[in-house]
């Protein structure tokens, strides 16, 4: 692991290049899940390996039906590494994962741990070992999160917490290498914000960022900064109108300091609650800018996660409804020069339907995600867009 953090500012700039126009001249299913042993509805997105191997979490299925942690092979081949059993180990990964440079994974679940069913951060081994690091109590320290974690250079985690805290509307939180759990932020719902579903991301100076889905001055939620000594700022306060609301995709920054993501709603075109949700760019000075603000048509809508950048300043999503056939969404691209371009049509079921989680570009320059239904059984799949 290079750098102070593993998901530091460099890495969400994302090596590799992807183009294309209209629609995609490739796409593919890598592997439609079965909501047995094999997991079902993902709805977190994927990483990979130096070897092309992807790895994720499917919310359901399994064991138990409570979840999984999955790896689908370079070759297409599906393993699940773990089956959670919705106890103490954690139920319902609504998380992506973090993966160290000893092969471990880390991750949160929505719900379980022996507390109040409030969900856990877990570690799990290469060997399949799952350990849980932290069970939340509902308390001060949050409850029920469904972003992933951050790792900086010393093993310290970082997260949010979309409940609990002392104002019940969610927590940031750090949980050192050594087990300590501290909480950075509780928020009030106030002009702080509430209800944090997005993860983190932190730049050289440990500075960390993140959005909170409501509050803010007009209650249609926030970007925030904490310094590394604690400092909580807002830096922007959506108003519900074309700047869009209910910011909870995860951001991403370029060289210059510039922080990407979306809205779910709003954007003043379609849709309801005043749009369909948009893409937006917050420069170092708050100057916000909207790059495309979604009609719920052929160009999509309501995207529920943030965007990936590639190296020439293209950005790449998904939205969860919209498109030219069944309204089951779309992956799109924005291009440098602030050309949209729909670059997949989800049609159903064979494809794939409501892809909730983000894009990751691979080591060969391609597009992979995750739809949350959808493919052979219904239940959701992997895929490749190519360029």
């Known amino acids: 692991m290079s750098g102070r953090f593993s998901a530091l500012w460099g890495c969400l700039l994302v ?15 890598l592997y439609a899940f079965l909501d047995g042993a094999d997991g079902g509805t993902p709805n977190t997105p994927v990483i990979e390996d130096a070897a092309g191997n992807l790895f994720g979490t499917a919310l359901q299925g399994g064991a138990e039906n409570d979840g999984v942690v999955f790896e689908i092979a370079a070759d297409g081949s599906e393993s699940t590494l773990y089956s959670f059993k919705g106890g103490s180990d954690g139920d319902k990964p609504e998380a992506g994962l973090t993966e160290d440079a000893a092969g471990n994974f880390y991750g949160t679940t929505n719900l379980g741990g022996s507390a109040c069913d409030c969900g856990t951060v877990f570690k799990l081994a290469p060997d399949g070992t ?14 029920y999160p469904q972003a992933g974690l951050i790792e900086d250079s010393a093993g310290n985690l970082f997260g949010t917490a ?11 939180f750090r949980l050192a290498a ?18 944090p579903q997005a993860g983190l991301l932190a730049d050289k100076k440990g500075n960390l960022y993140g959005a909170a889905a409501v509050g803010g001055a007009h209650n249609d939620g926030t970007v925030f900064r904490i310094s590394p000594r604690g400092t909580f700022k807002v830096l922007y306060a959506f108003t519900g109108g074309i700047d869009g609301l209910n910011p909870i995709g995860n951001l991403i920054a370029d060289r210059a300091g510039n922080l990407y993501s979306t809205t779910r709603l709003g954007g003043g075109t379609g849709c309801f609650d005043g749009g369909c949700g948009t893409v937006f760019k917050l420069a170092p000075d708050g100057t916000k800018t909207v790059l495309h603000a979604f009609t719920g048509g052929s160009d999509g ?3 529920y996660a943030g965007v990936t950048r590639d190296r020439n300043g293209n950005l790449y999503g998904t939205t969860v409804t919209g498109g030219t056939a ?3 969404g779309t992956a799109f691209r924005i291009a440098a020069d602030g050309t949209f371009s729909v670059l997949h049509t989800f049609t159903g079921p ?3 339907e409501y892809p909730e989680a983000g894009l990751i570009i691979g080591n060969n320059g391609r597009l992979y995600g995750t739809a949350y239904v959808g493919g052979s059984d219904s239940w959701g799949t992997v895929f490749l867009l190519a360029k």
Do not use: K, Q
Not at 15 to 29: H, I, K, L, P, Q
């Open 350 to 352: 064979s494809d794939g």
């Open 162 to 172: 979309t409940g609990g805290g002392t104002n019940n509307n969610g927590t940031v």
């Open 15 to 29: 090596c590799g290049m992807v183009a294309g126009s209209a629609e995609a001249r490739d796409f593919r299913v």
């Open 178 to 195: 050594n087990g300590t759990f501290t909480v950075l932020h509780g928020f009030t719902g106030g002009p702080d914000g509430g209800f």
């Open 301 to 303: 809508g309501e995207p």
């Open 130 to 143: 799952e350990t849980v690091l932290h069970i939340f109590t509902g308390g001060s320290d949050g409850a």
């Open 326 to 328: 069944n309204g089951y």
